[in-house]
C-alpha cells in the first residue's frame, strides 16, 4: 500500500532555532517528492519538488533532502521565523497515470509552532 | 506562481441544501483538476479528478450522485455538494494542474485557498 509517513506530528522550536522535519515514504514506483506549507484555513503552497534523481533542493531558508534508495525526505527550516508555524505537508507521487498527471499521496503533516 | 482561485471562502448553510463551489486557474488552462475534503488536523484526501470535457473520476467511498463536479472549461471546475448533511462539513480544496512544463516524471499542481463548508 502506498504510504507517506512524517514525524514529529507536531513541534515547537523558539523563533531563530532550526528544525528538522522527516518523511518515509513506500510509494513504488516513484515519480517525484514535494514539500508543501499549509496555513491554518488556507490551501497548500508549494515549497519544494524533488524526482529521484535529485537529493536536495532549497527555497530561502528551506532545504529539502531525497534518498531515493531509503524512501526518506527531510525539511530543514533554518533561523526560524514566526510566520513558519504552519502544518508541513510531505507529498509523494508516483509514475504518472495515462492521464499524463500525478496523483498526489499525502502525509498527514507536522504542525510547526515558533514561538517568540 | 499561478494562482487559483476558490468561491466562496466560507459557506455556512442548512441541512438538506445544496451548495456549489467554484474553482478556478486565473493565469493558466487546467486540463486536470482535482477536488480534496479535509477534516480538522488531518491531511487532504482526494475525493476525486476532474477533467475538462468529460466525466469526473471519484475516488472510493465517495458518492459521485451527492459531490456533482463539473469541469465545464479548460478555467473553471465546480463542486456541488447535494443534500448536505453536518457530516459533510469540511475544508474543501480544490487543486489545478499546469501542463506546461510538464516531464514524465512532475508536474505542477496549485492549490486553492480552500472553501470552509459548514452545516448546520
Known amino acids: 500500500k502506498n504510504q507517506v509517513e512524517q514525524s514529529p506530528q507536531s513541534l515547537i522550536i523558539l523563533e531563530g532555532k532550526n528544525c528538522t522535519l522527516q518523511?518515509?515514504?513506500?510509494?513504488?514506483?516513484?515519480?517525484?517528492l514535494r514539500w508543501y506549507k499549509q496555513d491554518t484555513g488556507r490551501g497548500p503552497v508549494s515549497l519544494t519538488i524533488m524526482t529521484f534523481s535529485e537529493n536536495t533542493k532549497s527555497n530561502g531558508r528551506y532545504t529539502a533532502t531525497l534518498d531515493a534508495d531509503t524512501k526518506q525526505s527531510s525539511l530543514h527550516i533554518t533561523a526560524s521565523q514566526l510566520s513558519d508555524s504552519a502544518s508541513y505537508i510531505c507529498v509523494v507521487s508516483g509514475l504518472p497515470f495515462s492521464g499524463g498527471y500525478n496523483k498526489l499521496i499525502f502525509g498527514a503533516g507536522t504542525r510547526l509552532a515558533v514561538h517568540p | 506562481g499561478a494562482v487559483v482561485s476558490q468561491h466562496p471562502s466560507r459557506v455556512i448553510c442548512k441541512s438538506g441544501t445544496s451548495v456549489k463551489i467554484e474553482c478556478r486557474s486565473l493565469d493558466f488552462q487546467a486540463t486536470t483538476m482535482f477536488w480534496y475534503r479535509q477534516f480538522p488536523k488531518q491531511s487532504l484526501m482526494l475525493m476525486a479528478t476532474s477533467n475538462e470535457g468529460s466525466k469526473a473520476t471519484y475516488e472510493q467511498g465517495v458518492e459521485k450522485d451527492k459531490f456533482l463536479i463539473n469541469h465545464a472549461s479548460l478555467t473553471l471546475s465546480t463542486l456541488t455538494v447535494t443534500s448536505a448533511h453536518p457530516e459533510d462539513s469540511s475544508f474543501y480544496i480544490c487543486?489545478?494542474?499546469?501542463?506546461?512544463?510538464?516531464?514524465?516524471?512532475?508536474?505542477?499542481?496549485?492549490f486553492g485557498p480552500g472553501t470552509r463548508l459548514t452545516v448546520l
Open positions: 518523511c518515509n515514504y513506500t510509494v513504488s514506483p516513484f515519480s517525484n
Open positions: 487543486s489545478a494542474r499546469d501542463g506546461r512544463g510538464a516531464s514524465k516524471y512532475t508536474d505542477t499542481q496549485y
